[in-house]
Protein backbone atom coordinates (compact mmCIF):
# COMPACT_ATOMS: atom_id res chain seq x y z
CA UNK A 1 0.00 0.00 0.00
CA UNK A 2 1.19 3.56 -0.60
CA UNK A 3 0.39 6.97 1.66
CA UNK A 4 -1.46 9.41 0.60
CA UNK A 5 -1.58 13.08 1.59
CA UNK A 6 -4.63 15.05 -0.34
CA UNK A 7 -4.36 19.10 -0.04
CA UNK A 8 -5.79 21.85 -2.11
CA UNK A 9 -9.55 21.94 -0.76
CA UNK A 10 -10.82 24.94 0.43
CA UNK A 11 -14.09 27.59 -0.46
CA UNK A 12 -14.92 28.74 -3.50
CA UNK A 13 -17.72 30.77 -4.78
CA UNK A 14 -19.92 28.75 -7.94
CA UNK A 15 -18.27 28.71 -11.14
CA UNK A 16 -14.52 29.22 -9.64
CA UNK A 17 -11.86 26.40 -9.52
CA UNK A 18 -9.62 24.48 -7.61
CA UNK A 19 -6.96 22.13 -8.07
CA UNK A 20 -6.78 19.42 -5.46
CA UNK A 21 -3.28 17.47 -5.29
CA UNK A 22 -2.34 14.06 -3.81
CA UNK A 23 1.17 13.04 -2.75
CA UNK A 24 2.03 9.38 -3.07
CA UNK A 25 4.79 7.83 -1.01
CA UNK A 26 6.70 4.90 -2.29
CA UNK A 27 9.17 3.39 -5.18
CA UNK A 28 6.36 2.37 -7.46
CA UNK A 29 3.46 5.00 -8.35
CA UNK A 30 4.28 4.77 -11.86
CA UNK A 31 2.11 0.88 -11.03
CA UNK A 32 -0.56 2.24 -9.47
CA UNK A 33 -4.65 3.30 -11.07
CA UNK A 34 -4.86 6.57 -9.27
CA UNK A 35 -8.43 7.95 -8.20
CA UNK A 36 -10.63 10.65 -6.69
CA UNK A 37 -13.89 9.98 -5.38
CA UNK A 38 -15.91 12.46 -3.49
CA UNK A 39 -18.77 12.24 -0.13
CA UNK A 40 -21.33 15.14 0.33
CA UNK A 41 -23.17 15.11 3.90
CA UNK A 42 -25.67 12.40 4.33
CA UNK A 43 -24.17 10.56 0.99
CA UNK A 44 -22.79 8.22 -0.21
CA UNK A 45 -18.94 8.24 -1.22
CA UNK A 46 -19.44 8.18 -5.29
CA UNK A 47 -16.34 7.92 -8.14
CA UNK A 48 -15.20 11.27 -9.41
CA UNK A 49 -12.43 10.11 -11.44
CA UNK A 50 -9.45 7.62 -12.23
CA UNK A 51 -6.32 7.50 -14.50
CA UNK A 52 -4.38 4.30 -15.53
CA UNK A 53 -0.59 4.37 -14.77
CA UNK A 54 0.83 4.96 -17.97
CA UNK A 55 -1.35 8.48 -18.09
CA UNK A 56 -3.10 7.19 -21.30
CA UNK A 57 -6.23 6.32 -19.87
CA UNK A 58 -8.74 8.36 -17.86
CA UNK A 59 -12.60 7.92 -16.81
CA UNK A 60 -14.75 10.95 -15.55
CA UNK A 61 -18.10 11.05 -13.73
CA UNK A 62 -20.61 11.93 -16.07
CA UNK A 63 -21.84 15.38 -13.53
CA UNK A 64 -18.19 16.63 -13.83
CA UNK A 65 -17.58 15.34 -17.47
CA UNK A 66 -15.97 18.58 -19.06
CA UNK A 67 -15.37 20.51 -15.88
CA UNK A 68 -13.05 17.98 -13.98
CA UNK A 69 -9.51 17.16 -15.12
CA UNK A 70 -7.55 14.51 -13.57
CA UNK A 71 -3.53 13.96 -14.43
CA UNK A 72 -0.56 12.43 -12.78
CA UNK A 73 3.47 13.05 -12.18
CA UNK A 74 5.30 9.74 -12.23
CA UNK A 75 7.95 11.56 -11.46
CA UNK A 76 6.79 12.97 -8.78
CA UNK A 77 4.32 10.77 -7.26
CA UNK A 78 1.67 12.86 -7.17
CA UNK A 79 -1.91 12.87 -9.08
CA UNK A 80 -4.01 16.01 -9.20
CA UNK A 81 -7.86 17.24 -9.62
CA UNK A 82 -8.42 20.26 -11.66
CA UNK A 83 -11.87 21.45 -11.11
CA UNK A 84 -13.40 24.01 -13.38
CA UNK A 85 -17.05 25.41 -13.20
CA UNK A 86 -17.74 24.27 -9.51
CA UNK A 87 -21.27 24.05 -8.86
CA UNK A 88 -22.53 23.89 -5.14
CA UNK A 89 -23.30 20.21 -5.62
CA UNK A 90 -20.02 19.92 -6.02
CA UNK A 91 -19.42 20.12 -2.13
CA UNK A 92 -17.91 17.29 -0.41
CA UNK A 93 -14.98 16.01 1.33
CA UNK A 94 -12.54 14.85 -1.84
CA UNK A 95 -10.39 11.20 -1.08
CA UNK A 96 -7.32 10.25 -3.45
CA UNK A 97 -7.31 6.51 -4.07
CA UNK A 98 -4.54 4.22 -4.91
CA UNK A 99 -4.65 0.64 -6.70
CA UNK A 100 -1.75 -1.29 -7.78
CA UNK A 101 -2.23 -2.92 -10.95
CA UNK A 102 -0.32 -4.90 -13.37
CA UNK A 103 -0.99 -3.23 -16.53
CA UNK A 104 -0.26 0.20 -17.19
CA UNK A 105 -3.17 0.91 -18.95
CA UNK A 106 -5.44 -0.53 -16.02
CA UNK A 107 -7.84 1.49 -14.06
CA UNK A 108 -10.81 1.02 -11.99
CA UNK A 109 -13.81 3.15 -11.36
CA UNK A 110 -15.07 1.80 -8.33
CA UNK A 111 -14.40 2.26 -4.42
CA UNK A 112 -14.51 -1.03 -3.81
CA UNK A 113 -11.20 -1.41 -5.69
CA UNK A 114 -9.20 0.53 -3.98
CA UNK A 115 -7.07 -0.54 -0.81
CA UNK A 116 -5.47 2.66 -0.20
CA UNK A 117 -7.38 6.20 0.59
CA UNK A 118 -5.81 9.50 1.82
CA UNK A 119 -7.54 11.54 4.86
CA UNK A 120 -9.90 13.43 2.60
CA UNK A 121 -10.01 17.45 1.98
CA UNK A 122 -12.78 19.20 2.12
CA UNK A 123 -14.71 21.09 -0.69
CA UNK A 124 -17.13 23.60 -0.26
CA UNK A 125 -18.87 25.70 -3.19
CA UNK A 126 -21.08 28.47 -1.83
CA UNK A 127 -23.71 29.33 -4.12
Known amino acids: QVQLVESGGGLVQAGGSLRLSCAASGHTFSTYNMAWFRQAPEKERESVAS????????WYADSVKERFTISRDNTKNTVALQMTSLKPEDTAVYYC????????????????????WGQGTQVTVSS
Open 51 to 58: IAPNNTFT
Open 97 to 116: AAEKVYATSVYYTEQHFFSS
